[in-house]
């Protein structure tokens, strides 16, 4: 068996291409620091976070993507993030100016290429049983999709 990494992986399609671009970028961002990515994981109070970023001690980061002013002020879910995750990050581009985003949370400047930490933002960690629930969470969400691009007819179910 021949081992490929550029196995193409289909646009789930509920981001714009700018939103895309970001998320490609912050994903970039968080492998070269050690990270693991999963992007639209769902979490225990039934919302979505954009990107949910693994590090190498266990630590969990939430990226939130804005991919302009209006999406911003649209959306306000970001504030129901915090009990998941150890720091959370918004991510935009350098067509939205950084000082609409919240100071309680990191800032990050992406494009489709990569992405630069512009703030770190505070750090508050979770609760033992909070970060095993996510971590099973990431990890079969993970495994889930993984066989999904290995065996498409298999079927999917969200988790």
């Given at each position: 068996?021949?081992y ?11 981001q ?38 693994l ?7 939430i ?8 999406d ?31 100071a ?17 933002p ?16 990431f990890?079969?969400?993970a ?17």
């Open positions: 068996m021949v490929s990494p550029a196995i193409a992986v289909p646009r789930d399609g509920r714009s291409d700018m939103a895309h671009a970001l998320q490609r970028g912050v994903g970039r961002l968080f492998r070269a620091r050690g990270h693991a990515v999963v992007t639209e994981l769902g979490l225990g109070n039934g919302r979505r976070a954009d990107i949910v970023a590090g190498p001690q266990g630590e969990i980061t990226v939130e993507i804005k991919s302009s002013i209006e911003f002020r649209a959306d306000r879910k970001w504030l129901d993030y915090g009990p998941y995750c150890d720091a959370l990050f918004f991510a935009s581009h350098a067509g939205v100016p950084a000082e609409i985003f919240p309680e949370a990191g800032l990050i400047l992406a494009d489709g290429y990569g992405a630069e930490i512009l703030r770190e505070p750090r508050t960690p979770l609760t033992a049983a909070r970060r095993k629930a996510m971590m099973i969470a990890g079969k969400v495994a889930h999709r993984l066989h999904g691009l290995v065996d498409p007819e298999a079927g999917f179910a969200e988790l």
